[in-house]
């Protein structure tokens, strides 16, 4: 039996060894868990478990969405992408949505960061304030 410290230890090595460029090499990452599993050493359970949560991670990290009350132009599209790439680095999944109740303005999800500056979400910062 290992400790969860080891296999967090074990889970980052080979989370490490699965990066090209910065980047996450998803085939390689999905190859080396199969390995790890057909290989079954010791703590194995606990090593794919600290590794699963690591990929996911970065995997949600990777994906981001942009929502805005109309639709952006072709060039907004374009300038949002490369803002995300300068702060977060490339992105696999970048949608861009258009929800029209947000009334004006935008919210963009990146992981688990959520930079809101709609005016519905205004609205509810205001109403939130108010009633403290």
Same mark, same amino acid.
């Given at each position: 039996?290992?400790? /969860?410290?080891?296999?967090?230890?074990?889970?980052?090595?080979l989370?490490?060894?699965?990066r090209?460029d910065?980047?996450?090499?998803?085939?390689?990452?999905a190859?080396?868990a199969?390995?790890?599993a057909?290989?079954? /050493?010791r703590?194995?359970?606990?090593i794919?478990g600290?590794?699963a949560r690591l990929?996911?991670?970065?995997?949600?990290?990777?994906?981001?969405?942009v929502?805005?009350?109309?639709?952006?132009?072709?060039e907004e599209?374009?300038?949002?992408?490369?803002l995300l790439?300068?702060r977060?680095g490339?992105?696999?999944?970048?949608t861009?949505?258009v929800? /029209?109740g947000?009334?004006g303005?935008?919210?963009?999800?990146?992981g688990s960061?959520?930079?809101?500056?709609s005016?519905?979400?205004?609205?509810?910062?205001?109403?939130?304030?108010?009633?403290h």
């Amino acid at each position: 039996m290992i400790t /969860p410290k080891q296999a967090e230890r074990q889970a980052k090595a080979l989370f490490r060894a699965c990066r090209r460029d910065g980047m996450l090499d998803q085939d390689l990452a999905a190859r080396t868990a199969e390995a790890v599993a057909a290989a079954r /050493p010791r703590g194995y359970l606990a090593i794919l478990g600290a590794y699963a949560r690591l990929v996911k991670l970065e995997l949600e990290r990777c994906a981001a969405r942009v929502e805005s009350a109309v639709a952006l132009t072709d060039e907004e599209q374009r300038q949002f992408t490369e803002l995300l790439k300068r702060r977060y680095g490339a992105c696999r999944q970048l949608t861009f949505a258009v929800v /029209p109740g947000l009334i004006g303005g935008l919210r963009i999800h990146v992981g688990s960061d959520e930079y809101d500056n709609s005016v519905c979400g205004r609205l509810d910062r205001l109403l939130e304030r108010l009633s403290h």
